[in-house]
Every structure is written in structure tokens, then in C-alpha cells.
């Protein structure tokens, strides 16, 4: 009775332990840029009349520090990033905005906006283009977590429009990048998922390890898989000794 009641134990402990890693690589989720009320996902324009225009600010729902990159997809004139730039708001007092020195999206003193290579972020075309811009390298200060950012251009550089905006832990983010080949990926990615569960039970390891839906903080699937191998094995190994004790 003992030796069952310790092989009872092993299993809960199993099970709890899968849990608890599942919840511990749990991909963090992208913060979207499309508020309702100041959304980063739409078509700009600003016009052609005067030297400087303000086209709004774009709400970034409060992201904590640790989102140090800027995924864009994007459209427009070759020359509509020539003088656009933003300008943070870090996260502090409600009462208060305080607002960061704007960083350009071509070479400026007050500050450059670049992407995870270091490099300016490409002129807009008429073809979709999607760009991952690191905030910490383009020089905004991340020690609190940004609010929001206003948005700043000059009349005459032409439209452009963002496509998908979203705040990002690691450059690869979740998922999928708001371009058109996103669905087609997730759909692959679904079917991964299911060869891998399946493979686990046969105790394999093929397939993509750990992808989640765009959009959705997701727990990827090989923890889940481990976990049911666990149970497996346990109960097998459960089943034996009590074979042998027979």
C-alpha cells in the first residue's frame, strides 16, 4: 500500500511540475497599437501646407519595460519618412505627460530612429514592407515603460499607411507579422502543433517546438505534450509494479 500511495505522489508531483513550466515559457503577448481612440494602425497624411504638422498620438496601453521593439508593416511615399518622428510619453503620474525627446525616422541630433540592426527604417514604397524597430538602440528610455507616443511630421513628404503596429518583447515577437502570409503561417504552425502531440505520445520530439497564435499570449504546446507523456510513463510504470506484485 505504501509503494502505490508513493507512486500516487509521483504522479501529482509530475503533473504539478509540468504545470508550473508550462505557465513559466508562456511567450509574453504583443501589445497591438490599435486604440480605439488613438490607433498607430491607419493612414496618415499630412498634407502639403506649412512646416510642422502634429497627426496625432498612438496609445500604448501602459507596456511595461520589458517591450523593447516596434514591429511595423507599412505602405506609402518614398519620402513620407524623410521628417516623420515620435515623440514618447513614459508611463508616470496620470496627472502628468512627460514626453521623452522625439526620435526621427531618418538621421537627426535629438535622435535616430533604428532597427534591430541598427540601421534606418526603409522608405515606404508601394509594396509592403514590415520593419522591427529597437526602441532601447534608438535611444528612448525604457527604465519605466512607454504610454504613448505623439506623432510628428512635416506637410509636402507625402501619406503613409501602418499596416499592423505592435510593442514586442523580442524581435520575433508572436506569430505572425501582420503581413499577408500570416494566416498561411498560423494554419502551418496549427498542424505542427498536432504532429507534435501526437509524436510525444510515442515519446518523439519532431516538429516546431513551442509555437502560439498570433495575437494571443498562447502556451506553446510541448509543455502540455511533456505533460501527458509524464502521465503516461507514471501510469505505466504503476501499472507494472502492480502486475509484478500480482
Given at each position: 500500500m505504501k509503494k502505490i500511495l508513493k507512486k500516487v505522489i509521483a504522479l501529482a508531483?509530475?503533473?504539478?511540475?509540468?504545470?508550473?513550466m508550462s505557465s513559466f515559457v508562456s511567450a509574453a503577448e504583443d501589445i497591438v497599437l490599435e486604440d480605439s481612440g488613438s490607433p498607430f494602425i491607419k493612414t496618415f497624411d499630412p498634407g502639403d501646407k506649412g512646416d510642422y504638422i502634429y497627426l496625432g498620438y498612438a496609445y500604448c496601453f501602459e507596456a511595461g519595460p520589458e517591450y523593447k521593439y516596434l514591429k511595423i508593416t507599412y505602405t506609402g511615399e518614398k519620402t513620407a519618412f524623410d521628417e516623420l518622428r515620435l515623440e514618447f510619453v513614459i508611463n508616470s503620474d496620470p496627472a502628468e505627460e512627460i514626453k521623452l525627446t522625439p526620435k526621427w525616422f531618418r538621421e537627426n541630433d535629438e535622435g535616430t530612429i533604428v532597427t534591430t540592426d541598427?540601421?534606418?527604417?526603409?522608405?515606404?514604397?508601394?509594396?509592403?514592407?514590415t520593419a522591427v524597430?529597437?526602441?532601447?538602440?534608438?535611444?528612448?528610455?525604457?527604465?519605466?515603460?512607454?504610454?504613448?507616443?505623439?506623432i510628428h511630421d512635416t506637410p509636402g513628404k507625402g501619406s503613409f499607411k501602418?499596416?499592423?503596429?505592435?510593442?514586442?518583447?523580442?524581435?520575433?515577437?508572436?506569430?505572425?507579422?501582420?503581413?499577408?502570409?500570416?494566416?498561411?503561417?498560423?494554419?502551418?504552425?496549427?498542424?505542427k502543433n498536432v504532429e507534435i502531440v501526437t509524436d510525444?505520445?510515442?515519446n518523439?520530439?519532431?516538429?516546431?517546438?513551442g509555437s502560439t497564435k498570433p495575437g494571443t499570449s498562447g502556451t506553446p504546446v510541448w509543455p502540455i505534450a511533456a505533460g501527458v507523456g509524464a502521465v503516461v510513463v507514471a501510469a505505466a510504470a504503476f501499472g507494472v509494479t502492480k502486475s509484478k506484485k500480482k
Open positions: 508531483s509530475a503533473v504539478a511540475m509540468t504545470l508550473s541598427g540601421k534606418e527604417v526603409p522608405a515606404p514604397s508601394d509594396k509592403e514592407q524597430i529597437d526602441l532601447e538602440k534608438s535611444g528612448v528610455d525604457l527604465k519605466t515603460g512607454i504610454r504613448a507616443f505623439h501602418i499596416i499592423d503596429a505592435r510593442l514586442m518583447t523580442s524581435p520575433e515577437g508572436e506569430a505572425g507579422s501582420g503581413n499577408s502570409d500570416a494566416e498561411a503561417t498560423t494554419a502551418v504552425d496549427e498542424n510525444n505520445a510515442k518523439t520530439s519532431t516538429g516546431t517546438v
